[in-house]
């Protein structure tokens, strides 16, 4: 699962991963939210932390990461 944090300067998109990071965990959250902040912003800042109950990606967050990262270089 990923939440998005509160409370960060405006550049700064903060997320927390927890249990198993899935592709629709991406699709749903971390993708929109980095889409809507470059919206606003030039360049921005992401703050991802992993929670104590983290225990990892499935292969399809695996793959949508990649994706994110390649998009937004």
Known sequence: MIEL??????????VKASGEVTAADYKDVLVPA???MLTGHEKMRLLYVLGDDFEGYDGGAA???????????
Do not use: F, Q, S
């Open 63 to 73: 793959w949508e990461d990649a994706k994110v990262g390649m998009k937004h270089l």
């Open 5 to 14: 944090m509160t409370n960060l300067p405006d550049h700064v998109l903060g």
């Open 34 to 36: 980095i889409e809507k």
